[in-house]
């Protein structure tokens, strides 16, 4: 998986709770981001990282926010988990953000909120 | 707005017949465009991208893919399938013109099951 590990792989909350996922990456690639896969819908970006403290926000970032306080780390928080979160969540990386460049993916976070 | 169809859920296929997994795309500037697997319980893994230049392009696991702009289509192919094949594709596009921030769009996933 390039690379990527995520922590924790399966976590079972309860609604109202916060919850933090983390992304690691071992290529210094630039480019970090976190989806979330559903059913019916594919992948859907929540949130993207261009550099250390840089971020900005994706198709679905309500209800999420994320740090980037090194290059190889970036961490997804729920700031108070609702049942609609629960999801698989997949942290991605690249080089670069435009053109041909392609993302890498990790092997995902199964979230349950109960 | 950039995006893709799959407009198939699932496909079955016979193992050593030929497959193909449909994708069309929409975008306002030109397309870059890339088909990944995902096997049960894993990441998504890249196969292949199309860039520009040779409408063919050929992949990892002896996959391919071929580009036809005027049908805004980028089918995956393989000649012959195996069982181990079996998995979920997904077709992703990014707008080269920035129209979509250039992020990448994916489609909704096709279950490929390849019976023996």
Same mark, same amino acid.
């Given at each position: 998986?390039?690379? @990527?590990?995520? $922590?924790?792989?399966? =976590?079972? %909350?309860?609604? #109202? ?28 970006? @929540?949130?993207? $990282?261009?550099?250390? =403290?840089? %971020?900005?926000? #994706? ?40 053109? #041909? ?14 | ?116």
């Amino acid at each position: 998986d390039a690379g @990527i590990t995520q $922590s924790p792989r399966h =976590k079972v %909350t309860e609604t #109202g709770t916060p919850v933090t996922l983390r992304c690691h990456q071992t290529e210094n690639h630039r480019y970090m981001y976190w989806y979330r896969q559903d059913p019916g819908h594919g992948l859907r970006l @929540i949130h993207y $990282s261009y550099g250390v =403290k840089d %971020t900005d926000k #994706g198709e679905v970032s309500d209800g999420y926010s994320v740090s980037r306080s090194k290059t190889e780390d970036f961490l997804l928080t729920l700031e108070s988990a609702t049942s609609s979160q629960t999801s698989v969540y997949f942290c991605a990386i690249s080089e670069g953000l435009a053109g #041909g460049e392609t993302q890498y993916f990790g092997p995902g976070t199964r979230l349950l909120v109960l | 707005a950039q995006s893709v169809a799959q407009p198939e859920d699932q496909v079955n296929v016979a193992e050593g017949n030929p497959l193909t997994v449909k994708c069309t795309y929409s975008v306002s500037g030109n397309p870059y465009l890339f088909w990944y697997v995902q096997y049960p319980n894993r990441g998504l893994q890249f196969l292949l991208k199309y860039i520009t230049g040779d409408n063919l392009v050929k992949g990892s696991y002896g996959f391919e893919a071929e580009f036809n702009k005027s049908q805004t289509s980028f089918h995956l192919k393989k000649p012959s399938a195996l069982v181990s094949d079996s998995a979920l594709y997904f077709c992703a596009v990014r707008d080269d013109s920035g129209a979509g921030s250039y992020q990448l769009t994916f489609g909704k996933g096709t279950k490929l099951s390849v019976i023996p």
